[in-house]
């Protein structure tokens, strides 16, 4: 091993420590390369719950846009009532990004015949 892939071997096993995974990925991409920019996302928003999902950060930034654009709580409204409607909706904006890169993938496949590995193969994929 050189030098060079010593040192990017221990920059990747530092950087799967940080994730807390040697398998990090994207909940709404799958981007799964260890060196992009993954990061946490309140699902709710900090204010109303702790959970937290694994998003890449061009995800993060699209979730979290569209989470500023969401109607605000009223003043007074019930603190359990007022989470459980951040959550539902926080949710939401994750299947409706994940139902759009779905969306994206399937467009993408139709444009590229024989890509699956069946199709490939010599048998024409006869089992």
């Not at 702790?50 to 003043?75: K, V």
């Not at 399937?106 to 699956?116: F, K, S, Y």
Request: proline share 5%; net charge neutral; aromatic share 6%.
């Amino acid at each position: 091993m050189t030098p060079a892939q010593h040192t990017l071997q221990i920059i990747k096993f530092r950087r799967f420590r940080t994730l807390g995974t040697a398998n990090p990925f994207c909940a709404t991409c799958g981007e799964c390369r260890w060196w992009a920019r993954f990061e946490l996302h309140h699902i709710a928003g900090r204010k109303y719950s702790a959970l937290l999902i694994r998003l890449c950060q061009t995800c993060h930034n699209w979730i979290s846009i569209m989470q500023t654009l969401l109607p605000s709580m009223g003043e007074g409204e019930d603190p359990r009532r007022a989470q459980l409607i951040a959550e539902l909706e926080g949710s939401a904006l994750l299947h409706d990004l994940a139902a759009a890169k779905h969306r994206e993938a399937a467009d993408m496949l139709r444009g590229l015949p024989g890509v699956l590995p069946d199709e490939a193969s010599d048998d024409g994929g006869a089992q």
